[in-house]
């Protein structure tokens, strides 16, 4: 497999606040790849530096081949690279299929003059958006909840409809922040079922989680965060009995 996103040892301060020191890994294309880690070990930081949120203080984040480091989000997203939040960012008062529409606007090329004019290129596109928008909303199990308020789902779907807006984006790498936060245990395997299912369309995952049992049987490896430093990276077993990670995250009875 080939590395789609590379982290070289990219550092960010805030102030005299370091949030992360050196932190350096790959993601190869087709896999999905988990960031574990404490409270505060600068996982979400990392992700908002590699989408664009957060400029660098040193190094560089290569998106296949290509630098993002300190590139606007919404460049970052037309390069292929799409994220979910910790904390769900949907368009509360928008239907679910509205929702996911936005997420179409950075592959459609009608501009303001199209929107106006209603030209037939214009027509089709928006049709052909509307189609891959409700097939979206099919793959990720909302089918039935295209003309609902995004407001007026059960927290699970809400968290499925941001997947299937950053998918309407067509990235090759979707960021997940905490995807299965808050699900209970049949919730969280309906998601690993998504994650599995993503990956075989071809999208390649990053996911940072705080259920550790679903990254170990999920992630194709896996790299673990303690104050803002990288100190372990590899498979799910040997990140599992590494004596750092046991120190500093998993405790005890992981290493069991």
Not at 1 to 10: D, G, R
Not at 131 to 146: I, M, P, Q, T
Not at 180 to 194: D, I, S, Y
């Amino acid at each position: 497999m080939a590395a789609l996103l590379s982290v070289n040892a990219v550092s960010k301060r805030f102030g005299g606040i370091v949030a992360l020191d050196d932190v350096t890994l790959t993601v190869q294309e087709g896999e999905i790849y988990g960031l574990i880690g404490p409270n505060g070990a600068g996982k979400t930081t990392l992700f908002n530096c590699m989408t664009g949120l957060y400029g660098v203080s040193r190094g560089e984040i290569m998106l296949d081949g290509k630098p993002i480091h300190n590139r606007k989000p919404h460049l970052i997203v037309e390069q292929g690279f799409a994220r979910t939040f910790q904390n769900i960012r949907l368009f509360a008062n928008m239907t679910a299929l509205e929702n996911v529409l936005v997420g179409r606007h950075v592959r459609t090329r009608a501009g303001v003059f199209g929107a106006v004019l209603r030209d037939a290129d214009t027509r089709a596109e928006e049709a052909a958006s509307r189609e891959r928008a409700r097939a979206l909303l099919d793959f990720v199990g909302l089918a039935n909840k295209g003309r609902t308020l995004a407001g007026h789902l059960a927290y699970g779907e809400q968290r499925r409809l941001e997947i299937a807006r950053a998918l309407a984006t067509e990235p090759r790498l979707l960021a997940l922040d905490e995807p299965v936060a808050g699900m209970n245990p049949a919730e969280r395997r309906q998601m690993a079922e998504l994650f599995l299912r993503l990956r075989a369309q071809g999208v390649t995952l990053l996911l940072i989680e705080h259920d550790v049992k679903l990254v170990m049987g999920l992630c194709d490896r896996v790299a673990v965060l303690d104050y803002g430093r990288k100190i372990a990276e590899g498979t799910p077993g040997a990140v599992r009995s590494d004596p750092a990670v046991i120190a500093a995250y998993l405790g005890t009875e992981a290493a069991a």
